[in-house]
């Protein structure tokens, strides 16, 4: 049985919302920004507003920039790196030696 409501389906406060109700909108420009996938994304900006020198591309993430063909790098994404990898990066082999040696020392009870 469909009920008699007038304003199924519609917001409260909701009407026509033409320019006359909001006023004017700014002048517009579209600005082309392309990453190095070759995406080309096209935001709006106001006509007075300060246009940036990058873009995040909605599609791979990369940064965008407006020369097309000389578009920013992507970011270098450096691997993950376990603790022994840093401790391999500020010690020697020798000294990893030296340690475990007085470690095994100290644990058989010769120090």
């Given amino acids: 049985m469909a009920s008699g409501n007038a304003i199924r389906g519609s917001r409260v406060g909701a009407g026509p919302m033409g320019e006359a109700e909001r006023g004017e909108s700014a002048p517009r420009l579209r600005i082309s920004f392309w990453c ?3 995406h080309e994304t096209q935001p ?3 006509s007075d507003a300060q246009v940036p020198e990058t873009w995040d591309c909605p599609r791979c993430g990369f ?3 407006q020369d097309r063909e000389n578009p920013p790098d992507p ?3 450096e691997p993950y790196k376990t603790h ?3 401790v391999r990066e500020r010690r020697s082999d020798a000294d990893g030696e030296a340690i ?3 470690a095994l020392a100290k644990l058989r009870g010769e120090i």
């Fill in 36 to 38: 190095s996938n070759g």
């Fill in 44 to 46: 709006s900006f106001a």
């Fill in 63 to 65: 940064p965008a920039g």
């Fill in 75 to 77: 970011p270098r994404t």
């Fill in 84 to 86: 022994l990898a840093y």
């Fill in 100 to 102: 475990l040696a007085e």
